[in-house]
Structure formats: C-alpha cells, structure tokens
C-alpha cells in the first residue's frame, strides 16, 4: 500500500466517534480517581512529559510502549485517568491496546464501540484456531509503532487474494469499516471478518501501545505476576525502531473490583487505596533492548539470504522467524527481561523480591486447565 492511496487520518465522523469515545471514558477514569478513590502516583511527571512531546506526530521519531501488571478488570481506563482531560480527546495521541474477540467483538455494536475506543481484536488461543502471537492484529500492532507507508495487506492462513474488504452487514457479525472511508484501510484477522487497519493512517505512525503481558488479571495476596507471554517480545523487537518503553506497576484496583467481590458485583467499592508507578523509559535506541533488537535483525538477515533475498513485510514472519529456536529462545529472553523491568518498578514500590519461580511458565502449568475463579496459591484470576 503506497502512501498516496490513503488519506493522512481517518474521517472527520470516524474521528468524532473515537475522540468522544475517549475522551468520556478517560474524563470519568479521572474524575473517578481524583474524586471517588484515594490515589496516588509516582513518576507521572514525567510519562506526562513524554506523551506530550508526542503531540506533534510528525516530530515523533519512534512507538510508545506501557507495559503492567494487571489486577482488575477496570485497570484500563483507569489508570489513564491519571492523564488530564485534555489529553483524553486526542485520539492520535492516545494508547491503544488489545481486546479479546469473542468479550469485546461479538457483534457489530461491541466492535464499534470497542473500535472506536482504540482496541485492537485479538483472538485467544483457547477460545480460537487463530489466537497466538503469530495473528493478524500482531502484524498491525507492530504497524502501529512503525511509520507507515507498508508495502502489501495481510490476513490470516487465508491468501489476501481470497480476503474480502466489505464488512458484513448483519448486526451479528463483528465486521465493521469507516464507511466514510475506502474499503481498502482494513485487515483481516482470521481471512474471513473486517476491520479498520488505524496503521494505515500516516497520522497514526509511531503510535503508543499498551500491554498487558500477563494475559490475565491476577490478583495474588503477595502481589506477584504470573509469567509473561512472548507477544510483547514481537511488540519490542519487531517495529522499524525501537519504542519508548515505560512499565508501569499497579496496585490497589483489586479492592475496587475484586474477583471475590459479592453481591451487587458491577458496582465498583469506592474509596479505596490506588497506587500507580510509572518506572523510567527503558527503551530507545540506547536501552535494555539494544542487543535483543540487534540480534533479532540478524535473524531477520540470515533468513533473508536463506531465501535468496525474498525479505518479509513488516510484522509478517517467515516460519523460521516463528519457530526456529534461536528466534523462540530470544522471544522468551525479551519477555523475561520485559517482566524483570516491571518487577524492578514494584521493588522500588517498596515490595519484597518475588519468588523467582513465579516467572516460570512451569510454576501456572501447575494449575491445570483451570483458568478462573480461585487458585490453589491463594490468587484469583480472571481470563480476559
């Protein structure tokens, strides 16, 4: 897809829908904080600092990544409300994030909404063939912190040939597009639906992103998380250059809307304790990554020569890339580093070191195909 094929931001009605979207949920998130619970923040001058300097998209030099814990069903938006409002109605200095298919796109309502309210669909592994950190939606958020223009279209174990950019129209179908806008600015995340593909827009370029590698809220009585999964090693070692990468560490969202909670359950308890934590930037040309994102490009060279110099879109990996070991044993080394950066924001929290064994995707296999409810460690967990 060549730049000229696309206008430089969605339409002016799209644009309304997701401003509105944005700005109502992050002002209540605000107001919620500063009004209903007692909160507290550290480090949030200067993640201000940051995200304000990204106010001018065409001065921004690379993706934004927050990467956290995760302990509640509300931890996003609530967390952004400690951004001012003006910082809500923007929506391409907004976070995006992932949101699961079969929770939040169900229907064409849900898909809206949620699309509107910059969540990307992604397929869960237990709950679909096409879930996993090789999907569609992976390949348009590496986009998203990358600088468009991209050179061809993606889909899913379907050829794109085959791939249909009309939106179905019944209501029941998660299909949705700017109807203001061409049909060609979508993807496909399992080569049958449609959605809007935001890393079509140059206005979206170098987007911020946040992450929940977890893939669970957990709510564990010492605090601890449970091991990462590797999407956000693709997220960190993938895009063109590397992100700004701020973790975060989170704490007292559980109380507000915890797994354990009685009857009425969908009414949050006001008035407790929030602490959020926003560590330094470990991103960057000159950050922790430096040698995983070194190493990872030549991976992505050798298998180039491999095949006789037929190179891969961005985000779009040859089998060797997804499942060679040198490329699985990074991956799993980029999660684990990204993990210890959240856990060097909880110490400075003042928390005790974690058992190192609760990083080991070994310790949850112990839990059998449970997934929700109570566990034996004491932890309540939520699979969303």
């Known amino acids: 897809m060549s730049a000229n094929e696309s206008p430089n931001q969605p339409s002016l009605p799209w644009r309304v829908a997701s401003a509105s979207i944005m700005g109502i949920f992050g002002g209540a998130a605000r107001f919620a904080l500063y009004s209903a619970l007692n909160t507290e923040t550290h480090g949030l001058d200067e993640f201000k600092e940051l995200v304000e300097e990204r106010h001018d998209i065409e001065g921004r030099q690379r993706g ?14 609530l967390i952004w409300g400690t951004l001012p409002y003006s910082y809500h109605f923007n929506p391409s200095n907004s976070r995006w994030t992932l949101g699961s298919y079969d929770l ?4 064409k309502f849900l898909s809206t909404f949620f699309t509107c309210g910059q969540l990307l669909p992604t397929h869960r592994h237990k709950f679909s063939e096409y879930g996993g950190p090789f999907q569609p939606t992976m390949t348009e958020a590496i986009r998203l912190l990358s600088r468009f223009p991209f050179t061809s279209h993606y889909s899913s174990r379907i050829e794109s040939s085959t791939v249909s950019s009309k939106a179905n129209p019944s209501i029941l179908s998660p299909d949705i597009t700017d109807p ?6 979508t993807y496909s995340t399992n080569g049958f639906d449609t959605f809007p593909a935001p890393s079509s827009y ?4 170098y987007a911020w992103l946040h992450i929940f590698p977890e893939g669970f809220v957990h709510q564990h009585p010492h605090r ?3 091991y990462f999964k590797w999407g956000v090693a693709r997220l960190i070692l993938e895009p063109e250059v590397c992100p700004d990468i701020i973790p975060i560490w989170i704490e007292g969202n559980e109380q507000i809307m915890h797994e354990a909670r009685s009857f009425p359950r969908w009414i949050p308890r006001l008035g407790k304790k929030v602490g959020i934590w926003f560590g330094n930037n470990v991103g960057g040309d000159h950050g922790v990554f430096t040698e995983m994102r070194r190493r990872w490009q030549e991976l992505v060279e050798e298998d180039r020569v491999k095949r006789k110099g037929v190179g891969n879109d961005l985000g779009v990996l040859s089998e060797d890339l997804k499942y060679g070991k040198e490329a699985v044993s990074l991956r799993m080394e980029c999660a684990k580093r990204m993990r210890e950066e959240v856990l060097r924001v909880r110490r400075l929290r003042g928390l005790p070191d974690e058992d190192p064994k609760q990083g080991l995707v070994e310790t949850w296999r112990e839990e059998g195909e449970r997934r929700e409810g109570k566990m034996r460690d004491g932890s309540w967990v939520k699979d969303v």
Do not use: K
């Open 224 to 226: 601890t998380m449970r």
């Open 202 to 205: 140059p206005s979206r370029r």
């Open 104 to 107: 939040c796109f169900a229907n």
């Open 64 to 77: 934004l990544i927050t990467v956290s814990n995760h302990i509640s069903i509300i931890d996003d938006p």
């Open 180 to 185: 203001f806008s061409e049909p060609h600015l």
